[in-house]
């Protein structure tokens, strides 16, 4: 099986996580994705292959040389993103891409004008959707670049290699991918989750993030008879809105600049409920977020009468660069070596989001995040390079082969 094959295999289950679960993992059909996976694991002949009842999978490719080599990891999370569907996806393949429009389906078109990644990738052979669900190359692209690594060098055993763990796991993208992870069980000096972007992306910096919810109470009164009694729960929510900066968006942001994410919102005139994410890059800019956030909520109990508003702030991760930069940098300086090795420019760039990576870092395990080759994550655009996935896996071989040579 080619990584196409393994790849497309990946995109036929459903593995979308929901934020408003409370089991692990968040959604029973992920555990079918899973099960699939831990069996294709023992197929291709890696050992020590086991999954948890939360749906954590571990697998070992043994040391095929007897000097001291680090045991290092990569991991993938399976589970797709709540935005957008990720049922019946229906990937299509777009070869020799000529850099035009391409349709996804009647209505639908893919085009460099909006999309100017795509002419990055003229004469490859582009996955797509047909436009009414995502890809799933976030992060299936990654699973299917680490099994077909592992694949390739029990193919070629003169490339000397350490011990080698692998892990893939749910709910990545509601920000609980990491919580369960068992570094312990996973006994490696270091790994790399394979989950970023485009070609050549190299991430060990990334958001400092919380979630935020705030739940606005309000005072029905019929309309006709509402003057002075009314507390609409609607309006104070867009008060509230309108109270963080309003060009503190990630629509209005880039680099390391930080931002309020209004996730959603459900309201009436009794009660609004809200959901946030605040980013940001600085650890002290991103505590200065969270006080932000919770002082309107208390203008808004100021105004109206305590208990109008009542908000809530949970950190999720840290930026991982407090733990890399510069305890590990040697983690860094391998794959860098390796891109350059099979002829892949580094673009080494801080995320605009997280990884489980960045939560592992902070429990010990130092775990900088390297392109899986998709671009477009989370929509129906979406789209991953065949070309940009073969080099990814060379890329985990390659880093096998010079942590081998690694020597402290």
Not at 1 to 22: G, P, W
Not at 160 to 188: L, Q, S, T, W, Y
Not at 372 to 392: L, R
Request: hydrophobic letters at 35%; proline letters at 4%; aromatic letters at 8%.
């Amino acid at each position: 099986m080619d990584i196409v094959e393994r790849f497309l295999n990946y995109t036929k289950f459903d593995t979308q996580s929901a934020e408003d679960s409370d089991s692990v993992p968040s959604t029973k059909k992920q555990l079918v994705f899973a099960e699939y996976l831990r069996k294709e694991l023992e197929d291709e002949g890696l050992s020590d292959v086991e999954m948890d009842e939360k749906g954590y999978i571990y697998a070992t490719l043994k040391a095929n040389t007897k000097e001291q080599v680090p045991t290092i990891g990569f991991i993938s999370h399976y589970d797709t993103s709540p935005d957008c569907s990720g049922a019946n996806v229906k990937a299509q393949i777009v070869r020799n891409y000529d850099g035009g429009n391409i349709v996804l389906s009647d209505g639908i078109v893919s085009t460099p004008q909006k999309f100017p990644e795509l002419l990055s990738h003229v004469g490859e052979d582009l996955i797509v959707t047909d436009g009414t669900t995502l890809l799933g190359a976030d992060d299936k692209a990654g699973i299917a670049e680490i099994v077909q690594a592992m694949v390739y060098l029990q193919e070629h055993k003169e490339i000397k290699h350490g011990k080698i763990r692998v892990a893939f796991n749910p709910d990545e993208e509601i920000g609980m991918g990491a919580h369960h992870f068992d570094v312990e069980r996973f006994g490696c000096e270091w790994a790399y989750t394979m989950d970023g972007g485009d070609v050549g992306e190299l991430e060990f910096e990334n958001f400092n993030a919380a979630s935020a919810k705030i739940t606005i109470k309000g005072i029905s009164v019929h309309p006709g008879y509402a003057k002075n009694k009314m507390l609409n729960a609607s309006i104070l929510a867009t008060e509230f809105i309108a109270m963080l900066p309003q060009d503190e968006r990630p629509e209005t942001t880039e680099g390391y600049q930080g931002f309020y994410h209004l996730l959603s919102i459900q309201s009436n005139v009794e009660e609004a409920r809200m959901s946030y994410i605040i980013r940001d890059h600085d650890r002290e800019r991103f505590e200065d977020r969270k006080r932000i956030f919770m002082r309107c909520a208390e203008q808004l109990n100021e105004r109206y009468g305590e208990g109008t508003a009542k908000a809530e702030v949970k950190d999720q991760y840290y930026n991982m660069k407090e733990k890399i930069d510069p305890e590990a940098m040697h983690v860094i300086d391998v794959v860098l070596h390796a891109m350059q090795a099979v002829g892949v420019a580094p673009k080494v760039k801080p995320i605009r989001g997280g990884t489980d990576g960045a939560q592992l870092s902070f429990r010990g395990l130092p775990c900088p995040n390297i392109f899986a080759g998709g671009v477009n994550f989370h929509g129906p655009y979406e789209f991953v390079s065949i070309q940009s996935m073969e080099k990814a896996m060379q890329v985990i071989v390659k880093i096998c082969e010079l942590t081998a040579e690694y020597n402290k």
